[in-house]
């Protein structure tokens, strides 16, 4: 069950399109003020403290839930489409038309499929030193963090150029284009020359089989086979995870690849064993990593180098894609 705590805003931290981070009563908190409008110091609000209780992976921020200084407040939506649907901070966020209306007219758009939010950077980032060029979107996915506001990493990619266009799918909200489904999210991304897909930041798992939310990397390549684009899976390796499921290529990738069509394509850094997937697997040449200012799970790149090796792979293909 959830827990509710009242206290006084006592700082403001930072603040950018869509949220800010603040203290209550000297705790971190953050507003994500596409729900409940914006916070200033002296203002006694409402907190959700569940996930800070039992330890989950916020970094130790409570949510603000309410501004008990106002009485109502509202900002109009862009339309009628609701997310986060019959619960009490349901937000009209709207929801985009197609790029292009008729999936038999879409090319052959390159579309990367995540594991893990931590990827898309390395991805996007490979995809963008291999086509300078090239415009590429990013679709998240609702199976991690609903607001995109959360990704302080998405917010450096758009602001490098790394990214253009951000597009928030199910019930995640809060990106330049909304929509319904990862299928119509497709369709609204497919004036960009590649698609990156993948969950915000967090996901859950159990330690299951199929207990995880990286289980819809599956249907994000039937969703992409089907409208008629090219799959390409990133996959999810490690030298350093210290669960022996997630070393070398993770149970997680093993599981999805046996649960979808073998039309995306797997790509690899060259030089690398064959991973042993039931897909077709190339070797592509990977940028040099050891720069860049990522993290997954707490881990740098000189700490899970293979990691981010691995990721980028998925992002050359989709370049080496767009002149086949």
């Known amino acids: 069950m959830p827990s509710f705590r009242t206290g006084r805003v006592t700082a403001i931290i930072e603040e950018r ?15 994500l003020t596409q729900l409940i409008g914006t916070v200033a110091v002296g203002d006694r609000v409402v907190m959700n403290t569940t996930a800070v209780e039992l330890g989950l992976g916020t970094g130790g921020w409570h949510v603000v839930h309410w501004n008990l200084e106002r009485d ?9 489409e609701m997310k986060l649907r019959y619960t009490s901070l349901q937000v009209d966020a709207g929801a985009a038309p197609g790029a292009i209306a008729d999936p038999r007219g879409l090319p052959e758009i390159p579309v990367v499929a995540c594991f893990l939010h931590s990827q898309v950077a390395a991805v996007a980032t490979a995809f963008r030193t291999a086509a300078p060029e090239a415009r590429l979107a990013y679709v998240m996915t609702d199976g991690g963090a609903l607001p995109i506001a959360m990704s302080e990493l998405v917010a450096g990619l758009q602001d490098t150029g790394v990214i253009e266009t951000t597009v928030t799918t199910g019930h995640a909200f809060g990106g330049d284009r909304e929509a319904v489904n990862v299928a119509h999210a497709l369709d609204v991304a497919a004036d960009h020359d590649a698609i990156v897909v993948g969950m915000g930041p967090g996901s859950l798992g159990t330690g299951t089989a199929r207990g995880f939310t990286g289980l819809e990397v599956a249907s994000v390549v039937d969703a992409a086979e089907a ?13 350093a995870d210290p669960r022996p499921r997630h070393q070398g290529v993770s149970h997680h990738t093993r599981t999805v690849l046996g649960m979808t069509s073998d039309a995306a394509v797997v790509a690899v850094p060259r030089g690398e064993p064959d991973p042993g997937v039931a897909l077709e697997v190339v070797e592509v040449d990977v940028p040099d990593v050891s ?10 790149v000189t700490e899970d180098r293979k990691f981010f090796e691995y990721a980028a792979a998925a992002g050359v ?8």
């Open 227 to 239: 409208l008629l684009l090219r799959p390409i899976v990133a996959l999810r390796y490690s030298e």
């Open 17 to 31: 399109r869509g949220i800010q981070r603040v203290e209550v009563d000297g705790e971190q908190a953050y507003v």
């Open 291 to 300: 720069e860049w200012p990522y993290t997954s799970m707490g881990r740098t």
């Open 72 to 80: 109502s407040w509202a900002e109009p939506g862009p339309g009628h």
């Open 317 to 324: 293909y989709a370049a080496q894609a767009l002149v086949d």
